[in-house]
């Protein structure tokens, strides 16, 4: 399963990088504002730094929500660095624009996706990833981690190449769930992905440790 942090802060994304178990990026529009990127020169900059900072693929999301605007903002975020996959919403003409993505080899991250019908749709359209929003799933008192199983028993037993890239992730319950119901990828903040490491077991048996080392 691959990990991919879901902030656009420099900062965060060069501590989970240095962890040594990144394999992207993901941003959205309100990732981005909380950071303060304003106007389009500075929002292609801070793209272009997330790139340089992480060797993996790096989601850039259009503005855009009709045909045309997609396809040419999603050719010039593209055009940014070979690592940038474009981050198109779950709409009529965001999959007319994925299938234009497909057929000239520019890849796509599928996004807002809340249903298994969205995500044959994105698959069909031959999105590269296709994000479920367990989280906000979650929020709303639906099951999101049942979402991520029907998707993926759908795309095993249809054969459907997309990735499913789990979004919306609050805890690092979320991500285990996650890793066991079939998502190829989570995408996360970095709190849920430290997460992962605690455990008071392991904090007591160190503290035993490093104790002991000191009669050795
Ligand atoms: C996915 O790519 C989105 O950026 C993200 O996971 C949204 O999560 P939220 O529900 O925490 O805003």
Same mark, same amino acid.
């Given at each position: !399963?691959?990990?991919?942090?879901?902030?656009?802060?420099?900062?965060?994304?060069?501590?989970?990088?240095?962890?040594?178990?990144?394999?992207?990026?993901?941003?959205? *529009?309100?990732? !981005?504002?909380?950071?303060?990127?304003?106007?389009?020169?500075?929002?292609?900059?801070?793209?272009?730094?997330?790139?340089?900072?992480?060797?993996?693929?790096?989601?850039?999301?259009?503005?855009?929500?009709?045909?045309?605007?997609?396809?040419?903002?999603?050719?010039?975020?593209?055009?940014?660095?070979?690592?940038?996959?474009?981050?198109?919403?779950?709409?009529?003409?965001?999959?007319?624009?994925?299938?234009?993505?497909?057929?000239?080899?520019?890849?796509?991250?599928?996004?807002?996706?809340?249903?298994?019908?969205?995500?044959?749709?994105?698959?069909?359209?031959?999105?590269?990833?296709?994000?479920?929003?367990?989280?906000?799933?979650?929020?709303?008192?639906?099951?999101? !981690?049942?979402?991520?199983?029907?998707?993926?028993?759908?795309?095993?037993?249809?054969?459907?190449?997309?990735?499913?890239?789990?979004?919306?992730?609050?805890?690092?319950?979320?991500?285990?769930?996650?890793?066991?119901?079939?998502?190829?990828?989570?995408?996360? *903040?970095?709190? *849920?992905?430290?997460?992962?490491?605690?455990?008071?077991?392991?904090?007591?048996?160190?503290?035993?440790?490093?104790?002991?080392?000191?009669?050795?």
């Amino acid at each position: !399963m691959k990990f991919f942090i879901d902030t656009a802060n420099l900062d965060q994304i060069r501590e989970a990088n240095e962890l040594g178990i990144l394999d992207g990026v993901t941003t959205n *529009p309100s990732l !981005m504002a909380k950071e303060g990127i304003k106007g389009e020169e500075a929002i292609r900059q801070h793209y272009k730094t997330i790139c340089e900072i992480v060797e993996g693929d790096i989601s850039a999301e259009v503005l855009g929500t009709d045909f045309s605007t997609i396809v040419e903002e999603g050719k010039a975020l593209a055009a940014l660095h070979p690592n940038i996959v474009v981050k198109v919403p779950m709409i009529k003409d965001g999959i007319k624009a994925i299938k234009w993505f497909t057929d000239n080899g520019i890849r796509t991250n599928c996004t807002l996706v809340f249903s298994a019908g969205q995500a044959i749709l994105a698959a069909k359209a031959g999105a590269t990833y296709v994000s479920p929003f367990i989280g906000r799933i979650d929020d709303s008192g639906w099951d999101g !981690m049942e979402l991520i199983r029907q998707i993926s028993n759908v795309y095993t037993i249809q054969g459907f190449n997309t990735q499913i890239l789990a979004a919306s992730i609050r805890n690092a319950n979320h991500i285990i769930s996650c890793a066991e119901a079939g998502a190829n990828v989570i995408t996360s *903040p970095l709190d *849920p992905i430290l997460g992962l490491l605690k455990h008071p077991l392991t904090d007591i048996g160190l503290a035993k440790f490093l104790e002991d080392a000191k009669k050795m």
